[in-house]
């Protein structure tokens, strides 16, 4: 797995979300595409993470039901909550590195950046589809 890049498996223009987006607009980008974490970026750059935990984190079970105690809870902004200066990786680095950070550092996806910029994302997922493809490619 030495030679492999993580641009080769990233996720390219991965959907993201403002800093000054609510809690409840970054959950339905969650909840529509199935993803557990969000960049958050402004100007092009990236300035966070936002992740589904981070949410239920800040707001309690039963949200959805928009009490005016709970609509002030989803109308935080997801700069309130979000990882600050996240661990990245850049885009020609070995995915080898990129799973040891993920594992050494306990999280499941890193933001790719190029000279500041979000280029992608890599996550648990794309490391176990590369799993599979090496594993198929063995037993041919």
Do not use: C
């Amino acid at each position: 797995m030495d030679h492999l890049l993580v641009v080769d498996w990233m996720t390219r223009n991965p959907y993201t979300v403002s800093p000054w987006a609510s809690l409840l607009d970054a959950y339905h980008i969650m909840r529509n595409y199935e993803i557990r974490r969000l960049p958050v970026v402004e100007d092009g750059r990236l300035v966070g993470v936002v992740t589904k935990n981070d949410i239920r984190a800040a707001v309690p079970l039963g949200f959805y039901k928009l009490t005016e105690q709970n609509r002030r809870l989803v109308e935080k902004s997801v700069s309130e909550v979000m990882t600050r200066h996240p661990i990245t990786i850049h885009k020609d680095a070995n995915v080898a590195e990129a799973a040891e950070i993920m594992f050494e550092n306990k999280i499941g996806g890193l933001p790719v950046v190029e000279a500041g910029q979000l280029v992608g994302i890599i996550t648990e997922s794309d490391l176990f589809r590369l799993l599979m493809v090496e594993a198929r490619n063995t037993e041919s």
